[in-house]
């Protein structure tokens, strides 16, 4: 499956963006879906996740109240609503895919298939 990531871009602190995800190659429902970011000298980190039929979700704390991730298997999209943006939210966004027999929603590690990130930025 290959991932694509958008709606990256500069938001002031406080401010909203929503991130997409479009899948291709691939049967999107077949897929439990994921959205890392990495801040430069940081390591990737898991913030949100989704299982195939949205009945699961996981949420890393620094995304906890104010991220939402979702998904439409219809439009091969999976999302993530970021509100009340901070500056140290501030990194490149990756989503990625897994296959639901390959371990839990949260371990970072268990996903095999990477979109090329957005840029988020958020000034303060």
């Known amino acids: 499956v290959q991932l694509q990531a958008s709606g990256g871009g500069l938001v002031q602190a406080g401010g909203d963006l929503r991130l997409s995800c479009g899948a291709s190659g691939g049967t999107f429902s077949d897929y439990e879906m994921g959205w890392f970011r990495q801040i430069p000298g940081k390591e990737r980190e898991l913030i949100a996740a989704i299982s195939w039929s949205s009945a699961y979700t996981y949420y890393a704390d620094s995304g906890k109240g104010r991220f939402t991730i979702s998904r439409d298997n219809a439009k091969n999209t999976v999302y993530l609503q970021m509100n009340s943006l901070k500056p140290e939210d501030t990194a490149v966004y990756y989503c990625?895919?897994?296959?639901?027999?390959?371990?839990?929603?949260?371990?970072?590690?268990?996903?095999?298939?990477w979109g090329q990130g957005t840029l988020v930025t958020v000034s303060s």
């Open positions: 990625a895919a897994k296959p639901p027999w390959r371990g839990i929603l949260a371990q970072a590690s268990n996903y095999e298939y």
